[in-house]
């Protein structure tokens, strides 16, 4: 199980870029406060510091923050490649029954494209348990069908 989060990742590495608990806040719109015991139970959790704290002083980072940091600049990238990339390589993929298909399939395709021209739209026909099976997996996004009544999907 996980017990670090990303926005916690997003924490310590607005602290480490900005050397101040307060401007860190401001710029990830978080109280300095939640920031700070934010900050505390990944020490924690990690069990040892990852800034040096004073009143008044810069913060710094020690030499297990480093690794920490890097480590963590990582996972936010991947996870941001992951929103991104694979978002917009991931097609829409509109399904229809086979035995209307070759009257409605090709137009709602050919609307959707024109609408949507940033989006990969893909097209498939089958039955109507291959269509539930990909609506219920997440292989399919919607359905052109006779009212069946999908198991409310």
Do not use: N
């Not at 870029?17 to 959790?45: C, F, G, M, N």
């Amino acid at each position: 199980m996980l017990y670090i989060t990303l926005r916690q990742y997003e924490y310590l590495v607005g602290v480490a870029d900005t050397k101040s608990l307060t401007r860190a806040a401001q710029l990830l719109h978080v109280s300095q406060p939640s920031l700070s015991v934010a900050i505390t139970r990944v020490e924690r959790r990690l069990g040892q510091p990852i800034f040096l704290r004073g009143k008044g002083a810069a913060i710094e980072i020690t030499p297990f923050g480093h690794r920490v940091l890097a480590k963590a600049r990582g996972v936010l990238e991947l996870a941001s490649r992951i929103e991104q990339e694979d978002a917009a390589a991931t097609p829409f993929v509109l399904g229809c029954f086979e035995d209307i298909a070759p009257w409605y399939l090709a137009p709602a395709l050919d609307r959707l494209k024109s609408r949507f021209t940033d989006l990969r739209i893909e097209g498939r026909e089958g039955r109507f348990t291959d269509i539930a099976d990909a609506l219920t997996t997440g292989r399919m996004d919607v359905a052109i069908s006779y009212d069946v009544g999908f198991a409310g999907k």
